[in-house]
């Protein structure tokens, strides 16, 4: 009996806020973007480290920026924040490869490789978004 | 974002994928019920060591790479370059050791480059430790990290949920406890090379033939200040026997009584030129 299998890991997990899925008008499931629902697919990650690693950056920049207004004072974090702001509207429309190269350099990405380099590279994507659909997406219009 | 999705709404973003987590559960529960096993990862199942001597570090580890109860590699190398002064020996999944070490060498590199020294050996123990915490032992990769930098020689060792240890010798993988045995017998401050590399040979030859997850040769690194010895393999200690007695015939052996040779007559029905597209 395999019990260190992925089976028993999901008996454990416990529902999370975190998993949302897509709401559509009028705070209902949208069916047409996201398929059918179902309780047991949404609530419970898949894995014990999805959400964690969904998480991962934007945990890391809060805690870099707390210890930086504790250090610095309050206008260290703002001004970077401001820097951060800038450089993230420098980019192509959401469904053409975009560089992030100011972004990159700004977050030291461009002196580091981790797994985000290397795995799943979304320029080698099996999927491509819909032009129409991610600009709808992207405008808050859908 | 799922697979089943009817529509892409946000670029896709790299890094780990759980798309597939829920489905392997389930192919897995059906496959137990039907009484199979799922695949499992290549190990290493290992002996893998080092010492700290007098002028610097010696690494020593085995070359066994098991598959479940089967030996899948019988000559692998498992002490990874990591920099010029600093080399790291890996236990656990093969795979995750092998990634593991590329990725913090390749940050190494840039490191390195960036504020144009030699690296250190405690900024690649505290890269390692970070990465391998942050997936909180999802990759399992065991390793003994040494090298020589400014500051003299080190020696760490790093457990697959980002705990590490600096000590003057330590010992990781299956035939751990075996190697250990012989450090904790033998070791003495300050040992010379021979002395040290022998030290090593001994305790990963220990490990070789106590535990069933080690096995094959023993490699040692030698790292000192501005020299490495990568010695690979340093001891064959199992070699493969040769046989003794050769069961061929001779020549001659079978006496010819008759011989007839008959001609066959082949003519030319077709003949055509292909000539190849070498553009």
Wanted: charged content about 20%; proline content about 3%; overall charge neutral.
């Amino acid at each position: 009996m395999n019990t260190r299998g992925l089976r028993s890991q999901l008996k454990d997990s416990v529902p999370v806020t975190g998993m949302g899925q897509q709401v559509g008008a009028y705070g209902v499931q949208d069916t047409l973007r996201s398929g059918f629902s179902s309780v047991k697919n949404e609530l419970l990650p898949s894995h014990a480290l999805e959400l964690s690693e969904k998480n991962f950056q934007l945990n890391q920049d809060k805690m870099n920026f707390s210890n930086l207004r504790n250090i610095q004072g309050l206008h260290a974090p703002l001004k970077l924040q401001m820097e951060y702001r800038a450089a993230r509207q420098i980019q192509r429309l959401p469904f053409l490869q975009s560089s992030h190269l100011a972004l990159d350099t700004l977050k030291g990405n461009d002196e580091s490789i981790s797994f985000e380099d290397i795995l799943n590279d979304p320029s080698q994507s099996e999927m491509v978004g819909e032009p129409h659909v991610m600009m709808e997406y992207k405008l808050g219009l859908m | 974002r799922k697979m089943a999705t009817l529509s892409v709404c946000q670029p896709q973003l790299g890094g780990f994928s759980f798309e597939n987590c829920k489905r392997n559960a389930v192919l897995e529960a059906e496959v137990t019920k039907l009484g199979c096993n799922v695949p499992s990862a290549r190990k290493t199942g290992t002996t893998i060591c080092g010492v700290v001597f007098k002028d610097g570090i010696v690494l020593g580890a085995d070359t066994r790479a098991t598959e479940g109860m089967i030996v899948a590699d019988k000559n692998c190398s498992k002490i990874h370059y990591i920099s010029p002064n600093i080399y790291c020996c890996g236990a656990g999944t093969a795979a995750d050791t092998e990634m593991t070490t590329q990725i913090i060498s390749s940050n190494l590199e840039l490191h390195s480059l960036s504020t144009s020294r030699l690296p250190r050996v405690a900024t690649a123990n505290r890269m390692l430790k970070q990465m391998l915490f942050r997936y909180q032992g999802h990759i399992g990769a065991a390793l003994v990290l040494g090298g020589v930098d400014c500051n003299g020689p080190h020696l760490y060792s790093i457990y697959p949920h980002g705990s590490t240890d600096k000590l003057p010798y330590v010992t990781m993988g299956s035939g751990s406890l075996a190697a250990m045995a012989v450090f904790e017998d033998r070791y003495k401050q300050d040992m010379e090379e021979e002395d040290a590399k022998r030290l090593v040979r001994d305790a990963i030859a220990a490990g070789i033939f106590n535990d069933l997850g080690s096995g094959s040769n023993i490699d040692l690194c030698v790292i000192t200040k501005g020299r490495v010895d990568y010695l690979r393999p340093h001891d064959m200690a199992n070699k493969k026997g040769v046989r003794t007695g050769n069961y061929k015939y001779k020549q001659g052996t079978t006496g010819v009584l008759t011989k007839s040779v008959i001609k066959l007559d082949l003519e030319v029905v077709e003949e055509t030129v292909q000539t190849m597209d070498t553009s």
